[in-house]
């Protein structure tokens, strides 16, 4: 299918290690975005990329948190030293950019540290 | 203030009943309002776009109140497929055009035969 793909689906770590999300973002689509939803919450705001530079970053939770998206297409989002409460789903969503246009989202990672 | 608030729910509904919530914003400087439908497990996916003149997409009817800062949702004739959380979603505004969005809690709807 055409649609954001998101790998891996399920991601168990040890507290303290490194992860490494990965995001597929639908071709064409200049605007890429992060978020994090865990159990009863609406998705929350990680950072919002248009082409290769992350225009809004303000929603990362402090320094372990970091993305990147070096061609403008696939995005990392990269946590060191992993914590329990990091523990979520983590969402990544793509647009064609513009105001009102669509984000669609893919299936997301499960991240379970323990 | 929370940058966007919704009441969580549950609401209950009878099938074949009208309900409508409600979503305030703080951002006045906010462009673009939406409508997505998350259910149990899945990815949110959009409902509607909400204009300020208003818009109807079938049994949804969505409005924008810019004085107020609210936005709502109306869903007539109410179906059991039609239970599911709906995410009230705005425009960070960041500043240069398009950007981030920002995400209400959700407001759960459960619609009981």
């Known amino acids: 299918g055409a649609g954001v793909s998101q790998t891996p689906s399920n991601k168990v770590t040890e507290k303290g290690k490194y992860v490494e999300l990965r995001c597929d973002p639908i071709?064409?689509?200049?605007?890429l975005y992060w978020y994090r939803q865990s159990l009863g919450q609406g998705p929350e705001f990680l950072i919002y990329?248009?082409?290769?530079?992350?225009?809004?970053d303000s929603g990362l939770p402090n320094d372990r948190f970091f993305a990147v998206r070096p061609e403008g297409s696939v995005s990392t989002l990269k946590i060191q030293r992993t914590e329990r409460g990091d523990s979520a789903v983590y969402l990544c969503?793509?647009?064609?950019?513009?105001?009102?246009?669509?984000?669609?989202f893919g299936q997301g990672t499960r991240l379970t540290v323990v | 203030r929370k940058e966007v608030e919704q009441d969580p729910g549950p609401f209950n509904v009878p099938e074949g009943a009208t309900v409508a919530f409600n979503c305030t914003y703080s951002?006045?400087?906010?462009?673009?309002f939406f409508w997505y439908r998350q259910d149990c497990r899945k990815e949110p996916k959009l409902l509607m776009s909400?204009?300020?003149s208003g818009n109807e997409d079938g049994r949804f009817t969505a409005q924008l109140n810019r004085a107020s800062q609210y936005i709502s949702l109306l869903i007539r004739d109410s179906k059991l497929s039609d239970s599911a959380t709906y995410l009230c979603?705005?425009?960070?505004?960041?500043?240069?055009?398009?950007?981030?969005?920002?995400f209400g809690k959700g407001t759960h709807l459960i619609i009981q035969p």
């Open positions: 909400v204009y300020s």
């Open positions: 071709s064409g689509h200049t605007a």
């Open positions: 979603v705005v425009n960070r505004n960041s500043g240069g055009g398009a950007d981030g969005l920002t």
């Open positions: 969503a793509s647009s064609l950019g513009g105001p009102n246009t669509e984000a669609f």
């Open positions: 990329f248009q082409g290769t530079g992350a225009a809004d």
């Open positions: 951002n006045s400087a906010s462009q673009s």
